[in-house]
Every structure is written in C-alpha cells, then in structure tokens.
Nanobody
Framework: QVQLVESGGGLVRAGGSLRLSCAAS????????MGWYRQAPGKLRELVAS???????DYADSVKGRFTISRDNAKNTVYLQMNSLKPEDTAVYYC???????????????WGQGTQVTVSS
C-alpha cells in the first residue's frame, strides 16, 4: 500500500512563504511522478506542480515563478516551497503520488489527507 503524510500548511499573510512536505511510504510499490494539487471552496481540484523521479517539473501558470517543487527520491519525499503567497492561493493542498505495484503494469494515483493553506490579505 502507499501512504502519504503531509505537513507544513498553515496561516500566512500575503507575500509570505510556506513549505509543504509529503513523505510517501510504499511497500512493494514504485513511486513515479509526485505532485501537489489544491482545491479551494466551490472549485475543482487543480494541479499545482509535479515532479518526476528524474527531476522534470511541471507548474500551473498561476504559480510559476513563485512556487518550487522538489523531491528526495531516497526518502520518497516531495516538497513545495511557496513564496510570494497570494490570498487566491488559499486552498486545501493535496499530495499525489503515481505508483506501480512491484511487478505490476498499471499506475494508480494515491492521495494524502490534505493540508490547509490560508493566505490573509
């Protein structure tokens, strides 16, 4: 099974910074792409940023230049450094991992429990 444990959310003023962490425990699974999604009240969940095992990254246009995603493959941990935060960044942030069972073929998504990020104006 794959379990994701997130930390680092909280309340911050506009212009401030937060760092999210997500540690994956995966017995008999290989973790591929990891990333962060967010969901604000009344809105759909959206991709914020993702990173492959090789370090290739992808960002939502709204966070480019402000957020940086990174990962430690040895620890199966992904980080999201969020700078210059805006009130519109307020949402529940979810960690995602795409994983394949050992000797399996299919890749499945796994999710963390979510961590609240609130940016006050």
């Amino acid at each position: 099974q794959v379990q994701l444990v997130e930390s680092g959310g909280g309340l911050v003023r506009a212009g401030g910074s937060l760092r999210l962490s997500c540690a994956a425990s995966a017995i008999r699974f290989t973790i591929n792409r990891m990333g962060w999604y967010r969901q604000a009240p009344g809105k759909l969940r959206e991709l914020v940023a993702s990173v492959t095992t090789g370090g290739s990254t992808d960002y939502a246009d709204s966070v480019k230049g402000r957020f940086t995603i990174s990962r430690d493959n040895a620890k199966n941990t992904v980080y999201l450094q969020m700078n210059s935060l805006k009130p519109e960044d307020t949402a529940v942030y979810y960690c995602n991992a795409q994983a394949v069972r050992l000797y399996g073929r299919n890749e499945y998504p796994y999710w963390g429990q979510g961590t609240q990020v609130t940016v006050s104006s």
